[in-house]
């Protein structure tokens, strides 16, 4: 059966997560506590220090290409906006819904591309939600089949406005991707997301599987 989560980062929106008619709801700028990842031995082999994007030892060929090309284009004086925009949609998704190199349902994936006042709270709907059957592997003998995102795609890009808790406009950008998996366990495969500046960078706001 098809597993059909919708996560939408919106400030005071409510937020529905189609997952056995269960409606959960949330506020995205809310500081509540989340239990911790357990640790483990993960190595960061490259970074962009400037913007905190990190590369580790267990991320797939697919995550590393795009990684590149983000790095490549963030060493230019000036570059394309859109096209930074787009490759950090990219890994976003890359890195969430590419569970099977994950810890546990804790381990979420894809939080340095997020928009830093909701990280806390996306990293809470996410355990609840597309994260919450995943199992612990800490001693590396889970046997459970999880998503590894094979390819990706950007549909499109454009300019959007999000409004803030303040009720001001900040200008941003919507993107549509949709990506496929190495092996479909009926996770999904298509979101449109709004990303927003935080200083120098910019960060996913809104995202909402289609």
Known sequence: MKK?????IVVLLVVLLVAGGIGVYFFIF????????????????????????NLDDRDTELFKEKFE??????SEEEYDVEEYVSLISQLFVIDLYTIDNKISRYDVGGLEYVY??????????????IYKTVENNLDDTRTQDLP??????????????F???????VAGYAVKLSWDYVER???????????I??????????????
Do not use: C, H, W
């Open 4 to 8: 059909k989560y919708k996560i939408m």
């Open 30 to 53: 809310r500081n509540e506590p989340t239990e911790q990842p357990p640790v483990n031995e993960i190595q960061v082999t490259n970074s962009i220090e400037e913007y905190g994007y």
């Open 69 to 74: 090309e983000l790095k490549t284009l963030l």
């Open 116 to 129: 830093p006042d909701a990280v806390s709270s996306f990293q809470s709907v996410a355990e609840n939600s």
């Open 148 to 161: 590894e995102v094979s390819e990706i795609t950007l549909d499109s890009i454009s300019e959007t406005t």
């Open 163 to 169: 409004i803030m808790p303040d009720d001001s406009e």
């Open 185 to 195: 366990l009926g996770y999904d495969n298509s979101a449109t997301l709004i990303l």
């Open 197 to 210: 500046p935080s200083e120098k960078k910019y960060g996913v706001v809104y995202f909402e599987p289609n």
